[in-house]
Each structure stands twice: as C-alpha cells, then as structure tokens.
C-alpha cells in the first residue's frame, strides 16, 4: 500500500460530479503508469481509467468512456478522476493505483497493480 491521500468522494444525485485526486508518496512513482479502480459491493475490483506519463496518453473501461477524465502532474505523482454524468451504477470504492508493468496489463487485471491507494466511497443516487 503507497502512501497516498484518494479524496473527493462522497453522494451525488445522478447527472452529477465529482472529481477524485490521489497524491501518492513512499516512493519514486515517475516510471510507473497511475490510474484507478473501483469496487461495487458484492463485486470484483476493476479497472476504471490509467494515464502513460510518457505521452499523456489515457485509457477508460468502456463504462466511464465519455463520462471521466482522468490527469494529473507526474512529478507531483498526483492523479485526478473528473467523473461527470455520474450514474447509480458507478456507485464502488475507488482506488488509486500505481502500476510499472504494461498499460495493457493494468486494464487487464488488478493483479498487474503493484501500489494501492487508499479507497474514497462514491454513492450516486437515483
């Protein structure tokens, strides 16, 4: 588990926002990819967005396409999640997550995450 402050979270009425941030510490993260899951109660943890710092190029589960974006400044090993047109179904914890294998890999499985973060609720509401 990294050190590391996930906030932002809380209830929102559908059709609304929230925008999550993790400020991730413990150790160097530069050469690592940075993104997060999320898990709904009863369900598997699973991947929501990453970001490649070399490039800027992101990546989304079909799911939150469209609806999230995620950024953040490497060298502050900071990562955001802006979650807009928020749905009941995205109701989970979401995780921020730090991975050195491949981005593919990352989408792929939680397993392929090497650092954690701590999780922040998400509840929207009907």
């Known amino acids: 588990l990294m050190s590391s402050w996930a906030c932002g979270g809380g209830l929102v009425q559908a059709g609304g926002s929230l925008r999550l941030s993790c400020a991730a510490s413990?150790?160097?993260?530069?050469?690592?990819?940075m993104g997060w899951f999320r898990q709904a109660p009863g369900k598997e943890r699973e991947f929501v967005a990453v970001i490649r710092w070399s490039g800027g190029s992101t990546y989304y589960s079909d799911s939150v396409k469209g609806r999230f974006t995620i950024n953040g400044d490497n060298a502050k090993n900071t990562v955001f999640l802006q979650m807009n047109f928020l749905k009941p179904e995205d109701t989970a914890v979401y995780y921020c997550a730090a991975g050195e294998r491949t981005i593919l890999s990352m989408i792929r499985s939680s397993d392929a995450v090497d650092y954690w973060g701590k999780g922040t609720q998400v509840t929207v509401s009907s």
């Open positions: 413990g150790r160097t993260f530069s050469n690592f990819h």
